[in-house]
């Protein structure tokens, strides 16, 4: 597997893969290590995800340079991630153990049932290169507190970060074995689900990915955790302040170039700020620089390849071939995987189109009638995972957050994941909850014990 520098289109290393046999020694090693973590004392679990959190505080400038190397996120969002791992790996050691907590319920025909947290098992978490940080470290750190163990097999162009991350956990002092990178290829995650030493499996990754993990997983009766992709409505209505939604519009589309599953892709603006919307987006999107991403100057870095910015052309050219209408979104000369970001006009609300993610720095631009026609082109996708609504109206705010079928809807801002709150989606977004104590418990055995008293 090599890693390449889009920026650049320079190898910079090559990572050799698992042979069946070292597959075979990290599952051995993964339930020896469980079978003492599980019962090791929440305390000294606390401590090593504080002093994990440490670790990745005292070598951000290092993590954050091998993000930016191997997949091309500006440096600047680079350390923005590695920070926002060091704030989860801080919140579960700071309010983990309370979510820990049993309880009792009393019986209606006597007695009562306790119940109690317990850990499952070896994880497996299957894991995509656009945060390579923040994706496995959501993962990681209610693993660890729960007492499971974590296996990771990461994106083929990121095996610098996992190897990174497996270091991180050695330097906090975390006993061998509690998480360890498998450097495979996709074609070898079925086995490792199939094995019996191997006892839940997490995704985030595509639509495509997801359905063959979900089979997998089914055929071994395990648990699963899907998070998919999305192209998120990002919904401005006449009430709302244009300056700040055209503002934060432009960052969902851009950040990470747009490389990022919950930012809004589709802007659906009342036809009656319509024009001013498009004039205001389309001049601040004209003024969006890419280039260099360890340049503080660059407001975003190259796509993480030369095959992630074909993909992204061509799902461009089959929506003007359907009638929609560009403007910017060139492809820049030279070595790297740098485009422009873009706008797509009178794009067609057909189903068949928008059941691709555009992950790249295009969005698309939808006029709505009023909010029954924006709520129905919002929810006229496969997709549901995140949304943005814009609106000083509660009761158009109250509609939105009904009506809408996604798992996170934000409120006149951005949609962002945080550390403390559920994070999932419907539909074709896949299932199950990362993050808060949700994402703690869905790996996790809820036991129930009856007592007679």
Known sequence: MKSINPATGEEIATHEQFTEAQIDAALDQATATFATWRTTPIADRVALLTALADSYHDNRDRLARMATLEMGKTLKSALAEVDKCVAAFRHYAQAGTAMLDGGS??????????????????????????????????????????????????????????????????????????????PIRSDAVAAIIADDRVAAVTLTGSEGAGRA??????????????????ADPFIVMPSADLDAAVKQAVTARVQNSGQSCI?????????????????????????????????????MGPLSSEEQRRTVQEQVRKMQAAGATLIGGETLPGPGAYMTAGILTDVPTDPALMGEEIFGPIAMLFRAADIDDAIAIANGIPFGLGSSVWTTDATEEARFIRDIQAGMTAVNQMLASAPEAPFGGVKRSGHGRELGPFGLHEFMNLKSVYRSG
């Open 105 to 182: 319920i009393p019986l209606a025909a006597g007695g009562k049932a306790d119940y109690v947290w317990l850990p499952i098992g070896p994880v497996l978490a299957v894991m995509p290169w656009n945060f390579p940080y923040w994706q496995v470290a959501r993962f990681l750190a209610p693993c660890i507190l729960a007492g499971n163990v974590g296996l990771l097999k990461h994106a083929s162009n990121v095996q610098g970060v996992a190897a990174l991350m497996q270091e991180m956990m050695g330097v906090a002092g975390a006993p061998d074995g509690l998480f360890q990178n498998l």
């Open 263 to 299: 930012c809004g892709k589709r802007m659906i603006v009342h036809t009656d700020i319509y024009d001013a919307f498009l004039d205001r987006f389309s001049a601040a999107m004209a003024a969006v620089k890419a280039g260099d991403p360890f340049d503080p100057d660059s407001d």
């Open 213 to 230: 993990v979900a089979e997998q997983a089914g055929r071994a009766l395990k648990k699963v955790v899907l998070e998919l992709g999305g």
